[in-house]
Nanobody, 130 residues
Framework: VQLVESGGGSVQSGGSLRLSCAAS????????MGWFRQPPGKEREGVAA???????FYVESVKGRFTISQDSAKNTLYLQMNSLKPEDTAKYYC?????????????????????????WGQGTQVTVSS
């Protein structure tokens, strides 16, 4: 399994970026995908996920600004990030899980956590300046 992120960079506050995650080495449709981020000096945290039937989940801090999507034909996951803020500065990771049990309701109750995901990319840096 290989996950490769791209699209990171430096932008000013209010700007936009689109991250991509190219997946290979497994049957993409058998897995569910998510985005996480690790701000400087902090632990990795969940950002957004796609669960069964294409339903999406977002943490509160990015709702209305970020959009997770995927192109299954290209085995690629995306994260469109708009209205970026300095606090969005982090290394962003895509991840895959084979567990179909996780739903939006589950994430709302228990959170979007690292341990729920089996495979990880190496990350791409996003820096937002004020």
């Amino acid at each position: 399994v290989q996950l490769v992120e791209s699209g990171g960079g430096s932008v000013q506050s209010g700007g936009s970026l689109r991250l991509s995650c190219a997946a290979s080495g497994y049957t993409y449709s058998n897995y569910y995908m998510g985005w996480f981020r690790q701000p400087p000096g902090k632990e990795r945290e969940g950002v957004a996920a796609i669960v069964s039937k294409g339903t999406t989940f977002y943490v509160e801090s990015v709702k209305g600004r970020f959009t997770i999507s995927q192109d299954s034909a290209k085995n690629t996951l995306y994260l469109q990030m708009n209205s970026l803020k300095p606090e969005d500065t982090a290394k962003y990771y895509c991840a895959a899980t084979s567990n179909a049990y996780y739903s939006s309701d589950y994430y709302r109750r228990f959170g979007l956590r690292e341990w729920q995901y089996n495979y990880w990319g190496q990350g791409t840096q996003v820096t937002v300046s004020s």
